[in-house]
């Protein structure tokens, strides 16, 4: 059986391989962001949402969505999009992309819930390689 950090470093490899990114440009996306009421899931989150965390997207299910977006972690959607905003429209739940209505989304099976926001952090390093290159592989 798979440990959840292995199915993450997988899930990394294949979203890196189906955008062809190189190395250096990678983006950092956690999955791990469960809103369970333990003392780990506690520590994982305050690790993912910060700055210190390395990574550019999230994705979250509602619970943890409405936490955090509430505390403004999350970059504004429109802002990213810019002009491209309506074309993603009908992949998005409350104004956020929601993986589980993306085309692209090539292995559903890492995310069992729905929604699943696809967030931008604020401290995200890579946001041209998130738009130009996740974002379009999702539609």
């Known amino acids: 059986m798979r440990q959840p950090r292995q199915a993450e470093e ?5 979203i ?3 955008m062809e990114l190189p190395e ?6 956690d999955v791990s962001a469960s809103s369970a009421d333990t003392d780990e899931n506690k520590a994982k989150l305050t690790m993912v949402m910060s700055s210190v965390g390395g ?15 509430n505390a403004g972690a999350f970059r504004d959607i429109t ?3 810019g002009t491209e905003y309506d074309r993603y429209k009908p992949y998005m739940t409350d104004g956020e992309l929601d993986l589980t209505k993306c085309p692209g989304w090539i292995n559903k099976t890492y995310i069992t ?9 604020n401290n995200a390093e890579h946001i041209e390689t998130v ?3 996740f974002f379009e592989s999702l539609i």
């Open 131 to 133: 738009k130009k290159g």
């Open 79 to 81: 802002e990213i999009l």
């Open 55 to 69: 990574n550019d997207v999230v994705i979250c299910g509602k619970d943890v969505y409405d936490k955090y977006k």
């Open 24 to 29: 250096k440009r990678e983006v950092q996306i």
């Open 113 to 121: 819930y729905s929604p699943a926001y696809v967030c931008v952090l």
């Open 16 to 18: 890196g391989k189906a």
């Open 10 to 14: 997988e899930l990394e490899q294949k």
